[in-house]
């Protein structure tokens, strides 16, 4: 059974940085890509970053772009998310997530996605 579980959330002041972890077990995780996404009371999940199987290809939210970094460790078998210079917007529900499919491009979409963890809170105080 897949199961992907993330950490590292927890309550920053704005400008602050975390780094969230997902960790992931179940099948070959070096074959698949990995995403972030988010969510926020009220509001539907959104993408927030992206590698590929491989690890060389990154893409980010405009959202995040330049302060969010997304990273991989497959003999951890481990995906990670460095937010640095926290906004209050950033506050959300942020979740790991596995693609579906081996070896495919990375993908922004939450239906490619199949497999997710159960989230992680993030909350920036202003």
């Known amino acids: 059974q897949v199961q992907l579980v993330e950490s590292g959330g927890g309550l920053v002041q704005a400008g602050g940085s975390l780094r969230l972890s997902c960790a992931a077990s179940g099948r070959t995780f070096s074959s698949y890509g990995m995403g972030w996404f988010r969510q926020a009371p009220g509001k539907e999940r959104e993408f927030v970053a992206a590698i590929d199987w491989s690890g060389g290809s990154t893409m980010n939210a405009d959202s995040v772009k330049g302060r969010f970094t997304i990273s991989r460790d497959n003999a951890k078998n481990t995906v990670y998310l460095q937010m640095n210079s926290l906004k209050p917007e950033d506050t959300a529900v942020y979740y790991c997530?596995?693609?579906?499919?081996?070896?495919?491009?990375?993908?922004?979409?939450?239906?490619?996605?199949?497999?997710w963890g159960q989230g992680t809170q993030v909350t920036v105080s202003s």
């Open positions: 997530a596995s693609q579906g499919m081996a070896f495919v491009a990375l993908t922004t979409t939450q239906s490619t996605y199949r497999y």
